[in-house]
């Protein structure tokens, strides 16, 4: 039997790769999506990836996204696993945001998981069976001073998960979200150190989460064995929206 294909977005980044090698650790075959901009360093990132397919596409522009992702949904019989996890942040306060800042944001963070998911998603019903994992986070639970741009976009995801779920829940696809906390990225690595510092303060569990914590919980609502759990979202925060 062949082995199931799952398919991650944003899966050259810290979280993504993580969870991508996971994936495959568990006997999946998996492709991840980087951006066009990552192109130039493809040696090192087959050598982070190894044994996983990898592809670039900007995912905010929709007519390229959906031409990668139909063209890649038609081999081997299609996807049984997407985790929607291309994420970007462009923080600025509300009142200096500007247009461009709220829309690259809801261009990657939102609208790509349309593009993506709905050739996956009609493959997955058709066929009776998918797991879809969209990577949200603890700011689109409690919100964060400098994100309105992002905390609407995981805000906005966790609302899709939850109307794909209904549509999927009579095919055995199921949908769910998980909001991480803060992890250790180069995205946390950007942070002011004493805004940062001030954040680890409130964090419950006193640090930050590793990316492997967070592909963990990815790779168990990804299992056959979670068919039960859908239009969940679990968050991974070390206790900080618990403080919130
Ligand atoms: N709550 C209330 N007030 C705050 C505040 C907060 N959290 N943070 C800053 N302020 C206040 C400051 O005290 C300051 O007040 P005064 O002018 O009265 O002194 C004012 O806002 C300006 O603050 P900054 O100097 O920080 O303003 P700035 O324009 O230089 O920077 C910012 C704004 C870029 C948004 C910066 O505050 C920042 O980087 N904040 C962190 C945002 C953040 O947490 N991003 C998460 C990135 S990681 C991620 O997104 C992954 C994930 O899913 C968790």
Same mark, same amino acid.
């Given at each position: 039997m062949s082995r199931r294909r799952a398919l991650v977005t944003g899966g050259t980044g810290a979280i993504g790769a993580e969870i991508a090698r996971q994936l495959r650790d568990d006997g999946m075959a998996v492709t991840v999506i980087g951006h066009p901009s990552e192109q130039p360093g493809l040696a090192e990132l087959r050598s982070r990836l190894e044994a996983v397919e990898i592809a670039f596409c900007d995912l905010a522009d929709g007519e390229a996204a959906s031409q990668l992702v139909c063209a890649l949904e038609q081999q081997d019989g299609g996807y049984a696993v997407l985790v929607n996890a291309a994420g970007i942040t462009r923080d600025a306060r509300f009142a200096r945001?500007?247009?461009?800042?709220?829309?690259?944001?809801?261009?990657?963070?939102?609208?790509?998981?349309?593009?993506?998911?709905?050739?996956?998603?009609?493959?997955?019903?058709?066929? =009776?069976? +998918?797991?879809? @994992? !969209?990577?949200? $986070?603890?700011?689109?639970?409690?919100?964060?001073?400098?994100? %309105?741009?992002?905390?609407?976009?995981?805000?906005?995801?966790?609302?899709?998960?939850?109307?794909?779920?209904?549509?999927?829940? =009579?095919? +055995?696809?199921? @949908? !769910?979200?998980? $909001?991480?906390?803060?992890?250790?990225?180069?995205?946390?690595? %950007?942070?002011?150190?004493?805004?940062?510092?001030?954040?680890?303060?409130?964090?419950?569990?006193?640090?930050?989460?590793l990316p492997a914590e967070i592909a963990r919980v990815v790779v168990f609502l990804c299992a056959e064995q979670a068919g039960y759990i859908t239009g969940a979202n679990i968050p991974v925060n070390g206790g900080l929206f618990m403080s919130a």
């Open positions: 945001m500007s247009p461009s800042q709220w829309r690259e944001v809801i261009g990657t963070n939102l609208d790509a998981a349309f593009y993506v998911t709905q050739p996956l998603f009609t493959g997955m019903c058709a066929r =009776g069976y +998918g797991r879809i @994992v !969209n990577i949200a $986070s603890v700011n689109g639970q409690k919100g964060q001073f400098g994100q %309105a741009n992002y905390s609407a976009a995981k805000a906005g995801l966790h609302g899709f998960s939850m109307a794909l779920a209904q549509e999927g829940a =009579g095919q +055995g696809v199921t @949908v !769910n979200t998980v $909001s991480p906390g803060y992890v250790e990225t180069p995205m946390t690595a %950007a942070i002011r150190p004493e805004l940062l510092a001030k954040i680890r303060a409130q964090i419950p569990l006193g640090r930050l989460a």
